[in-house]
């Protein structure tokens, strides 16, 4: 009998661990391209320092998501894909209630969390199937539903916060 208590003890602590999900931070491995998006502050998974970094691959790898829309910059409606603006969020641990979303010319729109899970905003990477370009709105532009919600979505705040070309995102609270 003590060999099998031994062996209950041993799987009442090995057990918890194997049926536990993976740390998320297994699933960020170190970009491998070049980073077109860092997530900084209020964060709980890193891949490179305090931050979270990723590259064009990692970003579409993240359940891609397609969203045929019209904007108002651009003529008729386009197909645009990416990742759920709440995928990228749920990959890093978001805990902020903020988000200080930054583009390459240093345009700053601060934007709650809650907009990435109240609407399929997606951080756009692709319209009609080709990858944006800097001058085309890329290499990521933080796009909502118009469509879908025209009554809260089409007016001067979310306009601000569909923020082009966009570099870094900062969660806070």
């Known amino acids: 009998m003590p060999k099998r208590s031994f062996l209950v003890s041993l799987l009442t602590l090995v057990m918890p661990m194997l049926l536990a999900p993976p740390a998320m931070a297994e699933h960020l491995p170190p970009p491998q391209g070049k980073v077109i998006l860092t997530v900084s502050g209020d964060i709980e998974y890193t891949n490179v320092g305090d931050e979270a970094q990723f590259d064009y691959d990692m970003l579409m790898s993240m359940s891609p998501y397609a969203l045929k829309t019209s904007t108002p910059w651009t003529e008729g409606s386009s197909l645009f894909e990416g990742p759920l603006g ?88």
């Open 86 to 173: 709440r995928e990228v969020m749920a990959a890093v641990g978001a805990r902020g209630d903020m988000m200080r979303i930054k583009a390459l010319n240093n345009f700053v729109a601060d934007v709650p969390l809650s907009d990435f899970y109240d609407y399929d905003v997606i951080l756009a990477l692709k319209r009609d199937g080709v990858p944006m370009e800097v001058r085309d709105f890329g290499p990521i532009f933080v796009l909502y539903p118009f469509d879908d919600h025209p009554q809260q979505l089409l007016n001067e705040t979310i306009r601000f916060r569909s923020v082009w070309q966009v570099a870094s995102i900062h969660v806070y609270e």
